[in-house]
């Protein structure tokens, strides 16, 4: 065994321990007070980086979570001011309905224009003054806005608001204005026939359409069919692709006769020798069919008054189940097709003619119809009354159509636009209420402009409800982040307490070993003595 003073060896590696362990006492003991495990990069580096890559990506959800906050806060504002627009245009509504009435006088309709007049006046206010923070929401400036969720680039979600001013809301419309065809006294004994020679507009046959917004609504189907509003109206309104764009129509056929007609007697004058008239026979075809007569009308000595021919088509209408329908309006027939289908008739005579002429006032049963001369029994005349059709959407949309309608002559549909075109705006301004014409066009755009606001609100709901469900579920990946993060950066106390306890045991053992190692130089004296 040596024994040496200038050096105590066991004395200075009991320090070095004292020193190792004062060491990770202090960092213990900071690890409790401040409740971090990674005090320093040197502690756990890679540790230390997914820890701040997290805290990261916590930071941009928390944030995230606050624009969504933002967001809803904005679009709250908007929907609820669009509900406010929605309700008067609600009331614009029932006053175009009440004004479609003809027990109105001129007056009454006026102080419901003033009422509706008003009603746009405020629908501009709250379209035009609705904002988040001095940004508006309803005057369509509001497009193409982004709300940013995320943590990480372009996790964003769109926002579109369109404008809810008077002049951006009603409807586009196009109009079929249906048109009257008299034919002249003529030997073909066919509807088919005639117009196939004399009256192509008026029937669908190879090659003739309608299309809108590049939908076929109307179409040869390798039968010749008159051309009919309600056949029309019917193909767009059961169209799926036309519903989704907001596109429908309504088809409407009345004929109110020219002249009254006062009996059999009145109804017709004769020319020449020998010339008798024993009835006059109208055979209706109503809706498409070409080929043969829906129900046909004897009308002779025996049909008195208007009343009794009014009643002589209702029965023969009745039995063939025709959609068609006749009275007496300011003691003139009043015809009208159930919906919108066309009346064509077949008109011809029974008699003895001879050298003589009939001269017939059809006016006195069609509208338009005025007088036609017969000179033999042998002839007839045709007649086709086309219904309208009003073709309306909430966003623009273009029409096409080909052997339909002729735009010079205002035959067949007579559409109001060309081919090719697009439908016309008509927005709140062009409400008007001051006759009954009027007020039935306004309900149209106005029931337009109805859905054009409910699909703006339902639009707001739908991003509304998107930006709450990634609110909730980035509230989840915060919280989970958080926590991910908090098991890398921060102290476990029970484990923690547990090394620190450790430490200090170690540190009292090592100041101990130190106490007893500082004694061994003290054995040399023994050697002196």
Same mark, same amino acid.
């Given at each position: =065994?040596?024994?040496?003073?200038?050096? $105590?060896?066991?004395?200075?590696?009991?320090?070095?321990?004292?020193?190792?362990?004062?060491?990770?006492?202090?960092?213990?003991?900071?690890?409790?007070?401040?409740?971090?495990?990674?005090?320093?990069?040197?502690?756990?580096?890679?540790? /230390?980086?997914?820890?701040? !890559?997290?805290?990261? %990506?916590?930071?941009?959800?928390?944030?995230?979570?606050?624009?969504?906050?933002?967001?809803?806060?904005?679009?709250?504002?908007?929907?609820?001011?669009?509900?406010?627009?929605?309700?008067?245009?609600?009331?614009?509504?029932?006053?175009?309905?009440?004004?479609?009435?003809?027990?109105?006088?001129?007056? #009454?309709? *006026?102080?419901?224009?003033?009422?509706?007049?008003?009603?746009?006046?405020?629908?501009?206010?709250?379209?035009?003054?609705?904002?988040?923070?001095?940004?508006?929401?309803?005057?369509?400036?509001?497009?193409?806005?982004?709300?940013?969720?995320?943590?990480?680039?372009?996790?964003?979600?769109?926002?579109?608001?369109?404008?809810? /001013?008077?002049?951006?809301?009603?409807?586009? =419309?196009?109009?079929?204005?249906?048109?009257?065809?008299?034919?002249?006294? %003529?030997?073909?004994?066919?509807?088919?026939?005639?117009?196939?020679?004399? #009256?192509?507009?008026? @029937?669908?046959?190879?090659?003739?359409?309608?299309?809108?917004?590049?939908?076929? %609504?109307?179409?040869?189907?390798?039968?010749?069919?008159?051309?009919?509003?309600?056949?029309?109206?019917?193909?767009?309104? @059961?169209?799926?692709?036309?519903? #989704?764009?907001?596109?429908?129509?309504?088809?409407?056929?009345?004929?109110?006769?020219?002249?009254?007609?006062?009996?059999?007697?009145?109804?017709?004058?004769?020319?020449?020798? #020998?010339?008798?008239?024993?009835?006059?026979?109208?055979?209706?075809?109503?809706?498409?069919?070409?080929?043969?007569?829906?129900?046909?009308?004897?009308? +002779?000595?025996?049909?008195?008054?208007?009343?009794?021919?009014?009643?002589?088509?209702?029965?023969?209408?009745?039995?063939?189940?025709?959609?068609?329908?006749?009275?007496?309006?300011?003691?003139?027939?009043?015809?009208?097709?159930? +919906?919108?289908?066309?009346?064509?008739?077949?008109?011809?005579?029974?008699? $003895?003619?001879?050298?003589?002429?009939?001269? &017939? !006032?059809?006016? !006195? &049963?069609?509208?338009?119809?005025?007088?036609?001369?017969?000179?033999?029994?042998?002839?007839?005349?045709?007649?086709?009354?086309?219904?309208?059709?009003?073709?309306?959407?909430?966003?623009?949309?273009?029409?096409?159509?080909?052997?339909?309608?002729?735009? *010079?002559?205002?035959?067949?549909?007579?559409? $109001? &636009?060309?081919?090719?075109?697009?439908?016309?705006?008509?927005?709140?301004?062009?409400?008007?209420?001051?006759?009954?014409?009027?007020?039935?066009?306004?309900?149209?755009?106005?029931?337009?402009?109805?859905?054009?606001?409910?699909?703006?609100?339902?639009?707001?709901?739908?991003?509304? $409800?998107?930006? !709450?469900?990634?609110?909730?579920?980035?509230?989840?990946?915060?919280?989970?982040?958080?926590?991910?993060?908090?098991?890398?950066?921060?102290?476990?106390?029970?484990?923690?307490?547990?090394?620190?306890?450790?430490?200090?045991?170690?540190?009292?053992?090592?100041?101990?070993?130190?106490?007893?190692?500082?004694?061994?130089?003290?054995?040399?004296?023994?050697?002196?003595?």
């Amino acid at each position: =065994m040596a024994l040496r003073v200038n050096f $105590n060896f066991e004395a200075a590696s009991s320090h070095t321990a004292i020193l190792g362990n004062e060491r990770e006492m202090n960092k213990s003991l900071l690890r409790l007070s401040t409740g971090l495990r990674i005090l320093n990069a040197a502690d756990d580096s890679a540790g /230390l980086f997914i820890a701040d !890559q997290l805290m990261v %990506v916590g930071s941009g959800l928390e944030e995230g979570n606050k624009n969504i906050q933002t967001g809803l806060s904005a679009l709250r504002i908007a929907e609820s001011s669009a509900g406010q627009i929605f309700n008067r245009l609600n009331e614009i509504y029932k006053r175009t309905v009440r004004a479609a009435n003809d027990i109105n006088d001129p007056n #009454a309709r *006026s102080s419901l224009q003033r009422e509706i007049d008003n009603f746009v006046d405020a629908i501009k206010k709250i379209g035009t003054d609705t904002e988040y923070n001095g940004i508006k929401l309803l005057d369509g400036t509001f497009n193409n806005k982004y709300i940013h969720y995320g943590a990480r680039k372009d996790q964003v979600l769109q926002v579109d608001v369109k404008s809810v /001013l008077p002049n951006d809301l009603g409807a586009y =419309m196009a109009k079929a204005q249906g048109s009257i065809h008299i034919s002249n006294v %003529v030997s073909t004994s066919t509807f088919a026939d005639y117009l196939s020679s004399s #009256a192509a507009d008026f @029937d669908v046959d190879s090659g003739d359409y309608v299309d809108i917004n590049g939908i076929r %609504v109307l179409a040869y189907d390798g039968t010749q069919r008159f051309v009919d509003a309600q056949t029309l109206a019917k193909n767009i309104n @059961d169209n799926k692709d036309l519903q #989704a764009l907001g596109i429908e129509a309504v088809a409407k056929n009345t004929n109110k006769a020219d002249a009254v007609y006062t009996g059999f007697g009145n109804f017709y004058t004769v020319t020449g020798t #020998a010339t008798t008239l024993n009835a006059v026979t109208l055979s209706f075809h109503v809706g498409t069919t070409v080929s043969t007569p829906t129900f046909s009308i004897t009308i +002779n000595s025996s049909i008195t008054n208007v009343q009794q021919l009014a009643d002589a088509i209702n029965t023969q209408a009745s039995g063939a189940r025709a959609p068609i329908s006749a009275r007496v309006v300011d003691s003139k027939l009043f015809l009208e097709t159930n +919906n919108g289908e066309t009346i064509a008739v077949r008109v011809g005579i029974s008699g $003895n003619i001879g050298t003589g002429s009939v001269n &017939i !006032q059809l006016g !006195q &049963i069609l509208q338009g119809a005025g007088n036609v001369t017969f000179t033999s029994t042998s002839t007839y005349v045709y007649y086709i009354d086309v219904g309208t059709v009003d073709i309306a959407g909430t966003d623009s949309y273009r029409l096409q159509y080909s052997g339909v309608s002729a735009a *010079s002559t205002g035959a067949g549909f007579n559409f $109001n &636009i060309g081919s090719n075109s697009y439908a016309n705006a008509k927005n709140l301004y062009a409400v008007s209420v001051l006759t009954n014409e009027k007020a039935e066009e306004s309900m149209l755009i106005v029931k337009k402009a109805l859905q054009r606001v409910d699909t703006i609100r339902a639009q707001i709901g739908a991003v509304m $409800n998107n930006l !709450q469900s990634i609110y909730d579920s980035q509230k989840v990946a915060l919280d989970n982040t958080r926590e991910a993060e908090n098991v890398i950066r921060n102290t476990d106390y029970a484990e923690e307490m547990t090394n620190f306890t450790k430490l200090q045991i170690k540190m009292q053992s090592s100041m101990a070993m130190l106490a007893q190692a500082n004694q061994l130089p003290q054995m040399v004296l023994q050697l002196l003595r």
